[in-house]
């Protein structure tokens, strides 16, 4: 059982910057693809940033390209979320996931994902 623990969110104001990170058990930073996706009152749950565990190759949404990063440390199997330039839009509930399996893929969509932390807030005020 994969468990996952986010933490690092916070109240911000606009143009600030936060770091998430999402604690792992085992090595699950270093064989699965990881996500992070946010969800906003009312909102659907959104794709935020996916890294692959082999070659470090990353994707992100449309919304926060150029402005977060997401990153892996494996010797501490801890995956990060570097969040700049902060926007009241980015306000949500974040959410680290796994995807459960050994795999060369990245997925964008919360079903692709098998393990889920609890989530960390987010407040940006403008």
């Known amino acids: 059982q994969v468990q996952l623990v986010e933490s690092g969110g916070g109240l911000v104001q606009a143009g600030d910057s936060l770091r998430l990170s999402c604690a792992t058990s085992?090595?699950?930073?270093?064989?699965?693809?990881m996500a992070w996706f946010r969800q906003g009152p009312g909102k659907e749950r959104e794709f935020v940033a996916a890294?692959?565990?082999?070659?470090?190759?990353?994707s992100y949404g449309d919304s926060v390209k150029g402005r977060f990063t997401i990153s892996r440390d494996t010797a501490k199997n801890t995956l990060y979320l570097q969040m700049n330039s902060l926007k009241p839009e980015d306000t949500a509930v974040y959410y680290c996931?796994?995807?459960?399996?050994?795999?060369?893929?990245?997925?964008?969509?919360?079903?692709?994902?098998?393990?889920w932390g609890q989530g960390t807030q987010v407040t940006v005020s403008s």
């Open positions: 996931a796994a995807c459960g399996d050994y795999t060369m893929r990245l997925y964008f969509t919360p079903d692709q994902y098998r393990y």
């Open positions: 085992g090595r699950t930073v270093s064989t699965q693809t």
């Open positions: 890294i692959r565990a082999f070659g470090s190759y990353t």
